[in-house]
């Protein structure tokens, strides 16, 4: 279990977080975290639901221009 203390930060609140947080985390300073509120509390992860999104529209047009893209990279 991990401590944090809530800090102001400007006009918002921020919470600091351990450095073997972020190294399980696999953040550094600048990386944005997702929170999601689950019916346990609060869940931090690095994971963008939006990336994810824009990922597997890219792989889908990826596999269907495969051909002109090799022809693009010449």
């Known amino acids: 279990m991990f401590k944090v203390k809530v800090r102001k930060i400007g006009n918002s609140l921020g919470a600091i977080l351990p450095s073997e947080v972020a190294a ?21 992860s690095p994971y963008d639901p939006d990336f ?17 893209l090799r022809r693009l990279a010449k």
Request: aromatic share 6%.
């Open 24 to 44: 399980r985390l696999r953040v550094r300073e600048g990386d944005n975290l997702s929170m999601t509120e689950t019916a346990d509390g609060i869940q931090l």
């Open 52 to 68: 994810e999104a824009v990922m597997s529209a890219f792989e889908r047009g990826r596999k269907r221009y495969r051909n002109a």
